[in-house]
């Protein structure tokens, strides 16, 4: 089983739509979560933190549910600049630092 | 400014042959790594390294090396005995501190085996 998993997608929505995506991850020594961006044929930029709070920026919601292993990403009134591959990272301490990749979530927003 | 620079952008090699990808940064990150990723999928750990003259290997270091002898830089080597070396390379670095786990990238190499 993957440390860490995501649907990839593609999902396709019409512009001004609430989208949202889940990433798994088994490991339970994962100790911080993130979300990244990346831009086709470009490298991963961090879109933001996910805090065991929640946590918000502008139209993007990060959620993370510990109990059941998840985070979430919420996409509110998408734009067309939304489109990309949304990464899930997990940044697990055992001993060393290891920060794991999920495959991806592949976005595309429609006009 | 600081940041994260990866050499060359673009690499063609023959089969058989050795490349060594370049990465250096000036943010004073102890942590280091390469990644490499395939069309369609996520990025897959190649190496690490949290310390000069130290490194582990990731989920996939069969025929890549690199070395940390400067707290700069983290060159990684394809060798030959990687199978299927045509991919994109990553090269990141991050602090240590437990909490955080930002990652900072370089703009990445694109290596193709003809």
């Known amino acids: 089983r993957k440390e860490v998993e995501q649907d990839p997608g593609p999902f396709n929505v019409p512009e001004g739509a609430t989208v949202a995506f889940n990433c798994t991850y088994s490991n339970s020594a994962s100790q911080s979560f993130f979300w990244y961006r990346q831009d086709c044929r470009k490298e991963p930029k961090l879109l933001m933190s996910?805090?065991?709070s929640g946590n918000e920026d502008g139209r993007f919601t990060a959620q993370l549910n510990r109990a059941s292993q998840y985070i979430s990403l919420l996409i509110r009134d998408s734009k067309l600049s939304d489109s990309a591959t949304y990464l899930c990272?997990?940044?697990?301490?055992?001993?060393?630092?290891?920060?794991?990749f999920g495959q991806g979530t592949r976005l595309t927003i429609n006009p | 400014d600081g940041g994260i620079t990866q050499s060359p952008k673009y690499l063609f090699r023959k089969e058989g042959q050795n490349v060594t990808l370049s990465c250096e940064q000036n943010l004073n990150h102890d942590a280091m790594y390469w990644y490499r990723q395939d069309p369609g999928q996520g990025l897959r750990l190649i190496y690490y390294s949290q310390i000069v003259n130290d490194f582990q290997k990731g989920d996939i270091a069969e025929g890549y090396s690199v070395s940390r002898e400067k707290k700069e830089s983290f060159p990684l080597t394809v060798t030959s005995a990687q199978k299927n070396p045509t991919a994109f390379y990553l090269c990141?670095?991050?602090?240590?501190?437990?909490?955080?786990?930002?990652?900072?990238f370089g703009e990445g190499s694109r290596l193709t085996v003809l």
């Open positions: 996910v805090y065991s």
């Open positions: 990272v997990v940044n697990i301490i055992q001993g060393a630092q290891k920060l794991v």
């Open positions: 990141a670095s991050s602090t240590l501190k437990q909490v955080s786990g930002e990652l900072f």
